[in-house]
């Protein structure tokens, strides 16, 4: 099983070096990989600090082990911290966070490549978040004796891991040290496969979500015009061209009496032309709206990137993309802001939006149809509007805490 799945990688590798020409994200892949070790050399080689490092697979991974980096960076002023990204979807966007000292991309999985970056990182302790479980880079540490865990992992019975035929994922999973999972379903699903080095601590986002809506309000003035009116506001949060024709219909039929904010997951000018189509002549983009303009327009068009957080700040109701796609984006952080949320029918493998359904702070849509009638019992009664808000913020509050419980077992593992 090692050679094949070495020979899998190996394959994955060549197939992006031959598409990179024609894709722009596996070109960002294959050009962020190149020369690594040279790259590394020059940074770590005369850099005698204690290091940490953490390995997030993109950005939403990198948004949970952001708390338990800025967490160590307290309690270990002294130590370095190495942040590595597997997909260009995290690096491209956090090369330049400065709550890191070095920001790689993580080599192919060969081992020859896991020999030669753990030791160049040297790590006193390495964190993968959630999942990402590297058979050569685990395996490494684990040569070398460096503690892994995994932190805000969850786990589902259809996994490979608790199949009859996977034994050797099983193994890779016994290569770590310990594993804090975010619910005690997935850490009884781990002891049934005989893990024992495991505990429950819940999910990072919760302390970074809880500390965003606690922080001052950053100041956007066109965001500000924007809603002056007291008008309700739907915040449409990393959509889709999927989620964009599902809210076409509500677009249309709450125009005079709505403001909606969008911002596309990816953009794109076909994705932003898409959102103008809904609506012509009352879209106008972020980068183009000035403080008088705006206040004409009803829906403002996020046409950059790291506003989406803030944008919950002023919203009444928030929609949630991808799930009518691969997946459900981030509902942690318009439910930390007390927005009920609505989002597409594909939310199942997300623990945190199926705890908002179940508490009615959060509603599931197949289509434009339903989708205009939920808003529509939302804008209709703000009390019910605010009652369900006020549902979504207490379970994020009363779900924050993970990264103090896995700072507690870490020392163990830390020294300076």
């Known amino acids: 099983m090692v050679f094949l799945y070495s020979l899998a990688i190996r394959l994955y590798g060549l197939l992006l070096l031959a598409v990179a ?92 490549n896991a020999r030669a970056f753990v030791a160049a990182v040297r790590p006193q302790l390495a964190v993968f ?33 608790f199949k009859p035929w996977g034994g050797f994922f099983r193994k890779v999973l016994h290569q770590l040290t310990h594993l804090f999972t975010q619910d005690e379903a997935s850490a009884e699903l781990l002891r049934g496969i005989g893990l024992t080095q495991v505990s429950v601590a819940g999910d990072t986002r919760f302390d970074t979500v809880v500390d965003t809506a ?14 002056a009116d007291g008008a309700p506001v739907l915040v449409a949060g990393s959509v889709w061209p999927p989620d964009v024709e599902v809210l076409a219909l509500a677009l249309r039929h709450w125009q005079g009496s ?7 997951h990816e953009i794109t000018e076909a994705h932003l032309q898409q959102v103008e189509a809904v609506l012509p002549g009352q879209v106008v983009r972020y980068s183009q709206a000035t403080t008088a303009s705006v206040g004409q327009a009803r829906v ?26 691969k997946g459900l984006h981030n509902t942690l952080e318009a439910a930390a802001f007390g927005l009920p949320l609505l989002f597409g029918p594909r939310y199942q493998k997300f623990k945190e939006a199926r705890d908002l359904v179940a508490l009615g702070a959060a ?54």
């Open 363 to 416: 509603a599931a849509v197949t289509t434009a149809e339903e989708n205009e009638q939920q808003l529509a019992l939302l804008l209709n009664n703000a009390a019910y509007r605010t009652e369900l808000g006020q549902r979504a913020r207490a379970y994020v509050q009363e779900s924050a805490g993970a990264t103090g419980r896995i700072m507690q077992a870490a020392g163990q593992w830390m020294s300076e």
């Open 258 to 264: 709505l403001r909606t904010i969008v911002a596309p």
């Open 129 to 161: 978040v959630k999942y990402e479980f590297w058979y050569h880079h685990l395996a490494e540490l684990k040569r070398q004796g460096v503690p892994t865990v995994c932190v805000s992992a969850i786990f589902r019975p259809d996994q490979v891991f």
């Open 214 to 227: 606690a922080a001052p309000a950053r100041e956007l003035p066109l965001v500000a015009a924007f809603v």
């Open 21 to 112: 020409p024609f894709i722009p994200k596996a070109r960002q892949w294959v050009a962020g990989r190149r020369n690594w070790q040279a790259r590394m050399a020059a940074d770590l080689g005369t850099d005698t600090a204690p290091r940490l490092w953490v390995h997030c697979a993109s950005l939403g991974e990198f948004e949970q082990g952001r708390p338990l980096m800025e967490a160590m960076r307290r309690q270990h002023p002294h130590h370095k911290i190495v942040l590595t990204f597997f997909s260009p979807s995290g690096y491209e966007v956090r090369r330049q966070w400065p709550g890191a000292d070095y920001i790689y991309y993580l080599p192919l999985d060969t081992a020859a």
């Open 300 to 325: 403002l068009l996020i046409d950059n990137i790291g506003l989406l957080r803030e944008l919950y700040r002023a919203g009444s109701v928030a929609y949630i993309g991808g799930a009518f796609g």
